[in-house]
T-cell receptor
Framework: AQKVTQAQTEISVVEKEDVTLDCVYE???????LFWYKQPPSGELVFLIR??????QNEISGRYSWNFQKSTSSFNFTITASQVVDSAVYFC????????????FGTGTRLKVLA | GAGVSQSPSNKVTEKGKDVELRCDPI?????LYWYRQRLGQGLEFLIY????????KSGLPSDRFSAERTGESVSTLTIQRTQQEDSAVYLC????????????????FGPGTRLTVL
């Protein structure tokens, strides 16, 4: 069965610190997609990144970076120089490519960035 | 606006009443999903629509839950005889369509409907 684990329930950092959010997934599919979404206090999920299972090249976008490692089934997300506006719940998700492409979500990590 | 819209944003109802939640997907998106998010938890898949194909209802928790979609437009999620455990945020998402190796499967979410059953 497919599963996404975000072991960190809540993380608090002081502004300007770097922070890494962990995501570990389980799937028997050879082709799959991984996603990160941000859910600010307003509640709406905001798409951050999509990664193919066959593309392990890590990506940096501004203050965000992602580390995808198939060998450890991990897809971690790092925010450098965190800001108060980064405070949100971050969800990692795995796409079910068997037919519906529904997402299997982790339970989320609540990030609090303190001024 | 070009995003997914949902209505109402909040719904308070009494136990045993029926409720109907509405979702307007992004224009041109053939795939539509409903998810449920209980307080402090992740999202649970409920149902999936793709064009005119039969929907995937495998995530619906009971026969009190049903959903409809007309073509590639609006969808409604109906909960009959609501129970307190139905209290949650119901999120709708849409995507361009079946996975083709591009980004067509990326789902874009609406703001959700917060349902409270008293």
């Amino acid at each position: 069965a497919q599963k996404v684990t975000q072991a960190q329930t809540e993380i608090s950092v002081v502004e300007k610190e770097d922070v890494t959010l962990d995501c570990v997934y389980e799937t028997r599919d050879t082709t799959y997609y991984l996603f990160w979404y941000k859910q600010p206090p307003s509640g709406e999920l905001v798409f951050l990144i999509r990664r193919n299972s066959f593309d392990e090249q890590n990506e940096i976008s501004g203050r965000y970076s992602w580390n995808f490692q198939k060998s450890t089934s991990s897809f971690n997300f790092t925010i450098t120089a965190s800001q108060v506006v980064d405070s949100a719940v971050y969800f990692c998700a795995l796409s079910d490519t068997s037919g519906t492409y529904k997402y299997i979500f982790g339970t989320g990590t609540r990030l609090k960035v303190l001024a | 606006g070009a995003g997914v819209s949902q209505s109402p944003s909040n719904k308070v109802t009494e136990k045993g009443k029926d409720v109907e939640l509405r979702c307007d997907p992004i224009s041109g998106h053939t795939a539509l999903y409903w998810y449920r998010q209980r307080l402090g938890q992740g999202l649970e898949f409920l149902i999936y629509f793709q064009g005119n194909s039969a929907p995937d209802k495998s995530g619906l928790p009971s026969d009190r839950f049903s959903a409809e979609r007309t073509g590639e437009s609006v969808s409604t999620l109906t909960i009959q005889r609501t129970q307190q455990e139905d209290s949650a945020v119901y999120l709708c998402a849409s995507s361009l369509g079946p996975w083709t190796g591009a980004s067509t499967d990326t789902q874009y979410f609406g703001p959700g409907t917060r349902l409270t059953v008293l």
